[in-house]
């Protein structure tokens, strides 16, 4: 499978824990990008880097949230001391950027429940 | 006002019907758009790129109206495999997503 991949596909942690979720992109994709989606919602941006430097980071990134690819290919999403309304799909997508806006090929998302 | 607004449905419509959906858009500068589509539970896909007035690819037309600030997605002939929540998509801060039009065809 050639596609974007994350892990894990489902994660319940208590409110207070770290999680840390992976993405791993198209191997020739210099563009990564996370997303955050919750129910009845389209997704909405958090961050994005092309190769390894953190272009963009929006307001919904709080500092509880840190996003890294070390080596400009997979990326982790962390976030710390969780809390309930961190609940929701997290997405991360690739693209090959050349000039303008390309295509974003999605992965299937990470689930997170925060009880 | 929100970046990207759609009317969230659900339009319930029968097989074989033409079907709409509109999109409005509060950054004039925006040059491209696009509509991807959501199953249940998936990831969201490309369904189409929307760079001048218009796209046209096989049951699937798109139309922009720059004057308006709006996009269309015109579906005709509906099948049940187009059940499914259609996202407009302005391409600002990565991507900017409307919350997206839930269409359910009936047989």
């Known amino acids: 499978d050639t596609g974007v991949s994350q892990n894990p596909r489902h994660k319940i942690t208590k409110r207070g824990q770290n999680v840390t979720f992976r993405c791993d992109p198209i191997?020739?994709?210099?563009?990564l990008y996370w997303y955050r989606q919750t129910l009845g919602q389209g997704p909405e941006f958090l961050t994005y880097?092309?190769?390894?430097?953190?272009?963009?980071k929006s307001r919904l990134l709080s500092d509880r949230f840190s996003a890294e690819r070390p080596k400009g290919s997979f990326s982790t999403l962390e976030i710390q001391r969780t809390e309930q309304g961190d609940s929701a799909m997290y997405l991360c997508?690739?693209?090959?950027?050349?000039?303008?806006?390309?295509?974003?090929?999605f992965g299937p998302g990470t689930r997170l429940t925060v009880l | 006002r929100k970046e990207v607004e759609q009317d969230p449905g659900p339009f319930n419509v029968p097989e074989g019907a033409t079907v709409a959906f509109n999109c409005t858009y509060s950054?004039?500068?925006?040059?491209?758009f696009f509509w991807y589509r959501q199953d249940c539970r998936k990831e969201p896909k490309l369904l189409m790129s929307?760079?001048?007035s218009g796209n046209e690819d096989g049951r699937f037309t798109a139309q922009l109206n720059r004057a308006s600030q709006y996009i269309s997605l015109l579906i005709r002939d509906s099948k049940l495999s187009d059940s499914a929540t259609y996202l407009c998509?302005?391409?600002?801060?990565?991507?900017?997503f409307g919350s997206g039009t839930r269409l359910q065809v009936q047989p």
């Open positions: 997508a690739s693209s090959l950027e050349l000039a303008g806006h390309n295509e974003q090929f």
């Open positions: 191997s020739e994709h210099n563009r």
């Open positions: 880097f092309q190769n390894e430097a953190q272009l963009e």
């Open positions: 950054n004039s500068a925006s040059q491209s």
């Open positions: 929307v760079y001048s």
């Open positions: 998509v302005v391409p600002w801060r990565a991507l900017t």
